[in-house]
C-alpha cells in the first residue's frame, strides 16, 4: 500500500508540473514567426514521437533549401489545432482518426464503429475548416491502445474490452484530455460497459509513469500507444472486437494558403517511408538509454531511406 501511495503521489505531482507550464510556446526551438512568409513552422504535440515526426519533416525539408522552425511541446489536441487555425504553425502531425473525430465532434455526425482508414480520410476532408489541408496518410498507425499486466489479466480472464465489464470497478490511466475522448473513459463505458470509477490523469502519454501505475496497481488499465517502448513491463493489449479505437495513420495538416505545393510534395514523398516498425524502432531510441535527440533520430531515418 505504501508504494502505491507513493506511486501515486509522483504521478500526480508530475501531472501538476506538467500542467501549470506558463506558456507551451517557450518550448520552441526557434522564434521565428510563423507570419514570416520566408519560413516554414511546424509545431508538435507534447510528447516525443509527435516532435520525432515533426523533426523528419524538417529535415527533409532543410535539406531541400528551404527555411524551417520547430515549435514542440504545444500541448493537447485543442491546443496546437488553434495555433494552426491562428497561424502560429504552418504544420503539424496528426493521426487520421482521432483528428477526424476532433472536428466531427463540432458537429452533429459521428464516424460510424468500425470505419476503414480509406473511410476516416475521405470524411477528414470534408470536416476540414477551409483554411486547413490534409496531406498524404503514411503507411505508419500509431493507435491508442489499452493495457494491462499480465497478472492481473490472468487474474481476471481479460482477453478484450468487453471482458472488463465483469469487474466490480475499474480505474484508467491516461493522459488528462483522455477522460472525456469517445475512445477513453467515456468511451470504455459507453462502448463497452466498463464499471469505470476512477480516472488517473498522467501527463507521460503512456510512458514510464503510466507503466508503473498498472504494474504498482494504482491503475487497473492505462491507454498506453500501439508505438510506445514497454521498457520491459509485462503488459497485454486487450482487443477492441468493437473497433472502438479508430484506425490512426500519421499525416499532416497545413495551412493551405502557407504551405506551398512544392513543399508539401516534399513531406508527403517522406511520409510514404515512414511505417508503424520504424515509428516503434524511433520512439525506443528516444526513451530508451540512448536518450536519442529528435534531430539525430530524425537524420539517421532520412540517410536510411
Known amino acids: 500500500m505504501k508504494k502505491i501511495l507513493r506511486t501515486v503521489a509522483a504521478i500526480v505531482t508530475a501531472g501538476l508540473v506538467t500542467s501549470c507550464a506558463a506558456d507551451p510556446f517557450e518550448q520552441s526551438s526557434d522564434t521565428t514567426s510563423a507570419n514570416d512568409s520566408s519560413t516554414i513552422t511546424i509545431g508538435t504535440a507534447n510528447f516525443p514521437e509527435s516532435e520525432i515526426i515533426g523533426t523528419i519533416w524538417a529535415s527533409?525539408?532543410?535539406?531541400?533549401?528551404?527555411?524551417?522552425?520547430?515549435?514542440s511541446g504545444i500541448g493537447s489536441r485543442e491546443v496546437y489545432l488553434k495555433a494552426l487555425a491562428e497561424g502560429s504553425v504552418d504544420i503539424v502531425p496528426e493521426y487520421s482518426g482521432n483528428v477526424t473525430q476532433f472536428y466531427l465532434?463540432?458537429?452533429?455526425?459521428?464516424?460510424?464503429?468500425?470505419?476503414?482508414?480509406?473511410?476516416?480520410?475521405?470524411?477528414?476532408?470534408?470536416v476540414l475548416p477551409e483554411e486547413i489541408a490534409a496531406g498524404?496518410?503514411?503507411?505508419?498507425?500509431?493507435?491508442?491502445?489499452?493495457?494491462?499486466?499480465?497478472?492481473?489479466?490472468?487474474?481476471?480472464?481479460?482477453?478484450?474490452?468487453?471482458?472488463?465489464?465483469?469487474?466490480?470497478?475499474?480505474?484508467?490511466?491516461?493522459?488528462p484530455e483522455l477522460k472525456d475522448r469517445p475512445y477513453g473513459?467515456?468511451?470504455?463505458?459507453?462502448?463497452?460497459?466498463?464499471?469505470?470509477?476512477d480516472f488517473l490523469a498522467i501527463s507521460d502519454s503512456?510512458?514510464?509513469?503510466?507503466?508503473?501505475?498498472?504494474?504498482?496497481?494504482?491503475?487497473?488499465?492505462?491507454?498506453?500507444?500501439?508505438?510506445?517502448?514497454?521498457?520491459?513491463?509485462?503488459?497485454?493489449?486487450?482487443?477492441d472486437p468493437k473497433n472502438m479505437i479508430l484506425p490512426q495513420q500519421v499525416l499532416p495538416l497545413l495551412r493551405d494558403s502557407a504551405v506551398a505545393p512544392e513543399i508539401r510534395d516534399v513531406i508527403n514523398e517522406v511520409n510514404q517511408k515512414l511505417t508503424t516498425e520504424r515509428l516503434i524502432e524511433m520512439n525506443e531510441r528516444s526513451a530508451g538509454a540512448e536518450k536519442a535527440s529528435p534531430k539525430k533520430i530524425a537524420e539517421d531515418f532520412?540517410?536510411?531511406?
Open 60 to 71: 527533409a525539408l532543410e535539406a531541400k533549401g528551404y527555411d524551417v522552425s520547430i515549435k
Open 136 to 175: 498524404e496518410p503514411a503507411p505508419a498507425e500509431s493507435k491508442d491502445s489499452y493495457r494491462v499486466t499480465r497478472e492481473f489479466a490472468e487474474k481476471h480472464n481479460l482477453t478484450s474490452l468487453a471482458d472488463l465489464s465483469t469487474l466490480e470497478s475499474v480505474t484508467v490511466a491516461g493522459n
Open 185 to 197: 473513459a467515456a468511451g470504455l463505458k459507453d462502448v463497452y460497459n466498463v464499471p469505470v470509477k
Open 302 to 305: 532520412l540517410a536510411s531511406v
Open 105 to 126: 465532434s463540432k458537429t452533429s455526425e459521428e464516424l460510424p464503429v468500425g470505419a476503414t482508414s480509406a473511410e476516416i480520410i475521405e470524411k477528414l476532408k470534408t
Open 206 to 239: 503512456g510512458g514510464p509513469l503510466t507503466i508503473e501505475a498498472l504494474e504498482s496497481g494504482a491503475a487497473d488499465i492505462a491507454d498506453i500507444y500501439t508505438t510506445s517502448p514497454l521498457f520491459g513491463a509485462d503488459l497485454v493489449t486487450l482487443e
